[in-house]
């Protein structure tokens, strides 16, 4: 990454003129380490399209890997690279601390480039694995690193045999050393030659003891040190004197071998040398790509269509540092839509001071140079963004930017650069074009400088007040005017940019409102004339009237689009209910059918039986009758009325049945089911309202007990039908399986006894984080719960964004919150549910 070129951009201070000075701090605030911040530091303007595409799409993946990638590695970014350039030199050597960096960064490197290993699967990350390209860390250099140092980095007790000895060996004396000055310690202190609430102190690397000074004689040994007041003296006993001399030689030959071990890991990773450079340089990209996708998560960002020529045609854009500063104020910030294209690539921007002009100036600056630098841009991804050769700028305002451009000849003077310079692939922005010399005057020169870029097909966008650049539009192709809308009613801008006409400079009202005397400004409208006035007010006034109407209307078509689509919906699905209908209808006089047909037999043979028994013809003719009627019946009646005429054919062809023989009856098919007569102990009933049947047990005046189900019920008669026994064996058979309904009920209440309210999304990724979510309020309003808690933890606030986008979009969800500070705070969301 390379430095701007100054002949791109003009003028040289351009970054901090439109801000983007701001921008760079922030992406490198949002930088693990020194590493990132350096390249954010040479992040800088480039013409490649294939270059911004790359970076651009580099951001994307990683802001990918921000919203649903748990564990990316977060931490341990550190730069080796001065350290690996001073031990090139043979001779050199880390130092304990630099080793310990050199784990932790080496660490972080492996998993990041294993991140980005291919798998031989479909690769989510190809731009971001391009980037690693052949990027490797040695398995030696890890395998010899672990083996010398452990998880704090120092160096471990086995990184060699003598080393092993040495470490035993001071352990051992240390002991001693304890051991002996806790002796002498009690001595002396049965002896009362040291102060009350003395202890076993070190001094110089020794163990000491308190004395007083007028016992000084009475502990042989070595005084080390003595009180502020001379009043006591710490003298190492004469007892530990030696061991601690032994200790002290220990210590020595630990360094020494310490050293030597350094000194050989140092020549051991020296021929990587360049291995390591290109490893740590990976990192730096990688810090730099989070850092810019961290940044393009807090503004809203994100890569639009990029074209490989110059073209604009944003949608709802926004001015990035706006976006911040009002988001953090609770206010809301207008976006800014806007068109440059080749037919038309010059846009003149009219309205009232302070209605936005110089913002959507800077804004378009701002924007399409992070957009040249590989930064997503706060606009709607379906957006179109071109790429533009050089950019020019002549910004002089009273807002927010230096005016460094004070006299009209330096203004000039910049024309001359633009006008020499200027080609297809510029993007110039002139904010006030034609001011700071006698309006007529300056207005014909800004007419004549805006003719000549457009004749050589530049882009750009100027703000100004002359009337005569306003209807320059109207004359000249190529060039478009564009107005800032103001609220006549209420006095205020809007804010709003309406492509395609002029707009009123508001110099009066804005007068008014700010109380300017009345008396003056009534002199400045006689000598301004009425109806220049009235016409600018009018056509602002129709311009803000066709914003409202354009509104309304793209309401009006979103409503009547949602209608079409339910009536469409509705069409559907009952078309599938008739459907459906038609199909379980024929299904059932199917049925219907084969069920007739085996009766129609039975009752043949009935009724030949009966004219066996001499049954009369009436009776004979009524059933053949009835038997034709229901055959007929079943073409158009449903199957249910097919099964009552059914019923209501039995006990008549019973009845003559009877009549004719006292022992002939029905065949059991069309025997019927419920039975008249008064019901005695041992019938079987079936409860009239539920259709449970039972058991008659008792009779009590007007009440029956009846056992259903193993379930003694006191019932009325009236509440009861007394039903053919061999009916209700078949239905027995027929009810030996489980009921559903029962099932779901059983299931259902088990599961609500075995819910959790409480659900911990740490550690999964956003897909599944969301999937689970739903699961959750779909159990907790299927079991009636009416509140429930997601804990997502806190870390970066990436998951609870998501968490709580989601939960805005649920009609179950009636709202949520954080949870109480001393149970978790922001680290769990309780949502209550409608």
């Not at 190809?126 to 990027?135: E, K």
């Not at 206010?331 to 002009?357: H, M, R, T």
């Not at 399409?368 to 950019?391: N, R």
């Not at 379930?711 to 027929?734: F, G, Y």
């Amino acid at each position: 990454m390379q430095k701007t070129d100054l002949n791109l951009i003009y003028p040289s201070n351009l970054e901090q003129k439109i801000g983007f000075d701001q921008i760079r701090q922030l992406i490198s605030g949002e930088c693990i380490s020194t590493l990132g911040k350096s390249l954010v530091e040479k992040m800088c303007f480039s013409r490649s399209y294939a270059e911004i595409d790359r970076l651009l799409n580099e951001v994307e993946e990683f802001r990918h890997i921000l919203m649903f990638v748990e564990h990316f590695p977060a931490q341990d970014y550190i730069d080796m690279n001065p350290v690996l350039d001073h031990i090139r030199i043979p001779g050199t050597w880390l130092d304990q601390e630099e080793l310990s960096w050199f784990r932790a960064s080496l660490n972080t490197l492996q998993e990041c480039i294993r991140f980005f290993e291919p798998d031989g699967e479909e690769n989510p990350y190809p731009f971001l694995t391009q980037r690693r390209g052949d990027v490797f860390v040695d398995e030696a250099i890890l395998k010899e690193i672990n083996r010398i140092t452990d998880d704090r980095g120092n160096i471990r007790d086995k990184a060699s045999e003598k080393l092993y000895e040495i470490r035993r060996q001071l352990e051992r004396k240390k002991g001693e050393t304890d051991k002996r000055i806790r002796e002498v310690f009690r001595q002396a202190k049965s002896e009362g030659i040291i102060p009350e609430d003395s202890e076993i102190t070190i001094r110089s690397g020794r163990p000491v003891i308190p004395v007083m000074a007028g016992f000084k004689r009475r502990l042989r040994g070595f005084i080390h040190d003595t009180s502020a007041t001379g009043q006591t003296l710490y003298i190492e006993p004469e007892a530990v004197f030696e061991i601690s001399n032994e200790i002290r030689e220990l210590e020595l030959a630990e360094n020494y071998e310490i050293h030597r071990i350094l000194l050989a890991f140092t020549d051991f990773i020296r021929p990587f040398y360049f291995d390591l450079k290109k490893a740590y340089h990976f990192l730096a990209w990688i810090d730099f790509i989070r850092a810019k996708a961290r940044f393009s998560l807090k503004i809203n960002a994100y890569k639009p269509i990029l074209n490989n020529r110059p073209v604009i045609d944003w949608f709802q854009a926004y001015h990035p540092l706006l976006w911040l500063s009002h988001t953090a104020a609770r206010k809301k910030v207008v976006p800014l839509s806007l068109k440059l294209s080749s037919e038309q690539p010059v846009l003149i921007i009219s309205g009232p001071n302070a209605g936005g002009k110089s913002v959507c100036l800077k804004t378009t600056g701002l924007l399409q140079y992070m957009l040249q630098c590989g930064i997503p841009v706060p606009m709607k991804p379906t957006s179109e963004a071109g790429i533009f050769d050089k950019i020019f700028i002549d910004i002089g305002d009273e807002q927010s930017l230096e005016n460094d451009l004070s006299t009209y000849s330096s203004h000039l003077l910049n024309m001359k650069k633009l006008v020499s310079e200027a080609n297809i692939s510029t993007l110039f922005l002139i904010d006030e074009f034609g001011t700071g010399t006698e309006p007529q005057l300056g207005g014909a020169i800004a007419e004549a400088i805006l003719e000549h870029l457009v004749q050589k097909k530049s882009f750009g966008v100027v703000t100004t007040h002359y009337a005569n650049l306003k209807l320059l539009a109207d004359r000249t192709p190529g060039i478009a005017n564009g107005a800032m809308l103001f609220d006549t009613t209420d006095m205020k801008p809007l804010y709003i940019l309406k492509m395609g006409s002029p707009g009123s400079s508001f110099a009066f009202e804005i007068a008014q409102t700010i109380g300017l005397q009345k008396e003056i400004i009534e002199q400045a409208l006689t000598k301004t004339g009425k109806a220049h006035l009235d016409f600018e007010k009018q056509l602002q006034q129709l311009e803000v009237q066709k914003y409202e109407i354009a509104r309304k209307t793209e309401e009006l078509r979103v409503a009547d689009d949602f209608l079409h689509e339910v009536i469409e919906k509705y069409n559907t699905l009952s078309g599938e209910v008739e459907a459906q209908r038609a199909i379980i209808l024929k299904k059932a006089r199917q049925e219907a059918k084969e069920i007739i047909s085996t009766a129609n037999r039975t009752i043949e043979n009935t009724i030949r039986e009966i004219k066996e028994h001499k049954a009369d013809k009436e009776t004979t003719a009524l059933v053949r009758g009835m038997v034709k009627e229901f055959d007929e019946n079943l073409d158009k009646q449903d199957a249910e009325d097919s099964k009552k005429l059914l019923r209501r054919i039995a006990p008549r062809v019973k009845g003559s049945s009877r009549k004719a023989q006292g022992k002939t009856s029905l065949p059991e098919s069309i025997q019927p089911e419920v039975l008249s007569g008064k019901l005695q102990i041992g019938d079987m009933v079936r409860l009239k309202e539920q259709g449970s049947i039972g058991e008659v047990m008792e009779i009590k005046g007007k009440k029956a007990i009846v056992t259903t189900d193993s379930i003694r019920l006191s019932l009325p008669l009236e509440q009861l039908e007394r039903i053919n026994p061999r009916t209700v064996q078949k239905k027995k058979k027929n009810n030996n399986a489980p009921s559903v309904y029962g099932n779901i009920l059983k299931e259902i209440n088990q599961r609500k006894l075995d819910f959790n309210p409480s659900l911990d999304l740490r550690g999964k990724r956003a897909d599944e984080a969301l999937e689970l979510t739903r699961k959750l309020i779909d159990d907790a309003m299927l079991y009636g719960e009416h509140e429930v808690r997601i804990l997502h933890g806190k870390g970066y606030g990436i998951l609870r964004q998501i968490v709580r986008e989601y939960l805005r979009t649920l009609d179950d969800v009636q709202s949520f919150h954080n949870e109480h500070i001393e149970r978790g705070g922001d680290g769990i969301t309780i949502v209550v549910l409608r």
